[in-house]
């Protein structure tokens, strides 16, 4: 089992920036993939960016360059830098890490950007 802890959640104001983490623990054998995704009331939930080994990262078209995701291999972290925030990136944000093919979600941290 892996076991995932995000932080960094908050309220923040239409331009300004949170920094989000997801720390893994335990029975983590090979990451292949770190990723973030978003659930806003009434929608689906969404990839947001995604880092995997050896790869460009990926970011959907609406957080290009604002957001930047990158990863601690040392600390089983990954980490999404979110600057110039919108009302439209209010959302749970949900990290989701393949361990050896596995997929595990973490518990969910709330974002809101008021306008």
């Known amino acids: 089992q892996v076991q995932l802890v995000e932080s960094g959640g908050g309220l923040v104001q239409a331009g300004g920036s949170l920094r989000l983490s997801c720390a893994a623990s335990?029975?983590?054998?090979?990451?292949?993939?770190m990723e973030w995704y978003r659930q806003a009331p009434g929608k689906q939930r969404e990839l947001v960016a995604r880092?995997?080994?050896?790869?460009?990262?990926d970011y959907r078209d609406s957080v290009m360059g604002r957001f930047t995701i990158s990863r601690d291999n040392a600390r089983n972290t990954v980490y999404l830098q979110m600057n110039r925030l919108l009302h439209g990136d209010t959302a749970v944000y949900y990290c989701?890490?393949?361990?050896?093919?596995?997929?595990?979600w973490g518990q969910g941290t709330q974002v809101t950007v008021s306008s």
């Open positions: 989701n890490v393949r361990n050896s093919g596995t997929g595990y």
């Open positions: 335990g029975s983590i054998f090979s990451i292949n993939a």
């Open positions: 880092i995997r080994s050896g790869r460009d990262p």
